[in-house]
């Protein structure tokens, strides 16, 4: 029924590569929203955009809190305003009003939470807040291996604290720079005074931008190139600008909204932003991932999976770079380095290492780095082969029942691909140009 559709995607994501142009270059481009477009109708970001939001509200007095005892101290407690401000700014003439509201609550919340019971709450309830955006955006990166637990707090926790720090020395830099001499006198001069007014303008999203391009880079548990990170970030806090604007409009002419619902219309449509401002994040993240890997565009959120030949190559390639180069004295290869040399996402080469691992030709250090298992001589390829045609995905693996004839043409098949592996170690392999 829908092959015609499946052709015009077989066109556009993979016809499209070799195409010359004119054409060729437009539709390339095209495939990225086309793939975003496609993902977000398939429903798992807009779940994953639902799920943060709800979250969001729960959490979002703790995180308040702990970012106005950091600003406070500082003496930059104007900041935490400036950020609701404009993120609230969407909501129209209730957005004072739902500023003013946070600020009056984390006020008062302040001082009964920062007792040490109330302390560790506050710190674990930002840590599984932050642990939930990163479940989310390994989600849309293909990776499932979350940082362990040690890595998680000092991560986290030295982006709560440095976060509200860095956000005060700019806003401070930025406070002092207007009211400076050379300011006062762009603002005397009236196209510099009109130049000055629109940068104020765009600076709210410059800094949105800013701190999406930081969430993509730093949140995902794998190497995100800059490239990736900045396109996915400027994206994103241009759609965040746009849908702003749109949002606005359709709240102050919305009036049959404020009829139905009345005193709760402020809350619907405050929860409608953040499911939005979610939502977007969460594209722009799905786009940094498309522009590292855009081989992943056809495929979007179906499961992948590697070919028999394919995992055998994979085996062998680890087991070359890990041995290589611990004989030479090298020990630096991790999960997310490997994932990034072979151009694949790490959920595709977990499953890999992990039976590697089982058998014992790999070990894991405890900065996560892998080295063989044994001396890389001792290590047979055949075994490396034999390990990774009998992989499963699942905790138990199917047994099947064994038909005579078909064992035994397996065993001979076996026996023969065996033949130009006899006596060929990890340390042969490695040896080789």
């Known amino acids: 029924m829908f092959s015609w559709f499946e052709k015009l995607e077989d066109r556009l994501f993979t016809g499209s590569r070799a195409m010359p142009p004119p054409w060729g270059p437009v539709l390339r481009v095209v495939r990225y929203p086309a793939a975003l477009l496609r993902d977000w109708l398939q429903g798992e970001i807009s779940v994953q955009a639902m799920s943060l939001a709800y979250t969001t509200l729960l959490s979002i007095v703790p995180l308040m809190v702990f970012s106005f005892s950091i600003l406070k101290g500082l003496g930059a407690r104007g900041g935490l305003r400036f950020i609701l401000d404009h993120f609230f700014q969407p909501l129209g ?3 004072e009003q739902l500023t003013a509201s946070v600020l009056q609550f984390v006020g008062n919340m302040s001082g009964l939470l920062l007792g040490t019971l109330g302390l560790a709450f506050l710190v674990y309830t930002v840590i599984t807040t932050i642990e939930k ?4 955006f390994n989600f849309l990166w293909r990776v499932d291996q ?10 986290y926790l ?13 806003l401070g830099l930025l406070a002092s720079a207007e009211s400076s001499p050379f300011a006062l006198w762009l603002d005397a001069v009236k196209p510099l005074a009109w130049l000055m007014g629109g940068t104020g303008k765009v600076l709210p999203y410059l800094i949105v931008t800013a701190i999406f391009t930081f969430m993509y880079a730093f949140i995902p548990n794998t190497k995100v190139a800059l490239r990736a990170a900045l396109i996915g970030g400027i994206s994103a806090g241009l759609i965040w600008a746009l849908v702003g604007k749109v949002f606005t409009a359709f709240i102050v002419y919305s009036s049959t909204l404020v ?7 402020i809350v619907l449509t405050t929860l409608i932003w ?18 590292q890997f855009p081989q992943y565009l056809r ?6 999976e590697l070919t028999g030949r394919d995992r055998e190559q994979v085996a062998l390639s680890v087991m070359y770079l890990i041995g290589r180069d611990h004989a030479a004295g090298e020990i630096h290869w991790t ?3 490997l994932a990034s040399e072979l151009d694949i996402p790490s959920i595709l080469l977990a499953p890999i290492l992990n039976c590697l691992e089982k058998a014992g030709l790999l070990v894991m250090t405890e900065e996560q780095r892998f080295v063989p298992g044994r001396d890389i001589a001792a290590i047979q390829l055949a075994e490396v082969f034999d390990t990774v045609r009998t992989l499963y995905s699942g905790r138990l693996a199917v047994g099947i029942r064994g038909i005579a004839p078909a064992l035994a043409l397996l065993r001979e098949v076996e026996a023969a691909m065996r033949l130009p592996l006899r006596h060929l170690s990890l340390k042969d392999l490695t040896l080789r140009d």
């Open 299 to 304: 495929h979007g959120q179906a499961r992948i």
């Open 274 to 291: 953040v499911y939005l401002s979610w939502l977007i994040l969460l594209i722009g993240a799905q786009l940094s991932f498309y522009v």
């Open 146 to 155: 979350r940082r362990n637990f040690a890595r998680r707090f000092t991560e």
């Open 158 to 170: 030295s982006v709560m604290i440095l976060g509200p720090i860095l956000l005060a020395v700019v």
């Open 93 to 95: 003439a209730s957005s």
């Open 335 to 337: 999960a997310n380095a």
């Open 133 to 136: 955006v990163e479940k989310s």
């Open 259 to 265: 009829a139905v619902y009345t005193g709760f219309a």
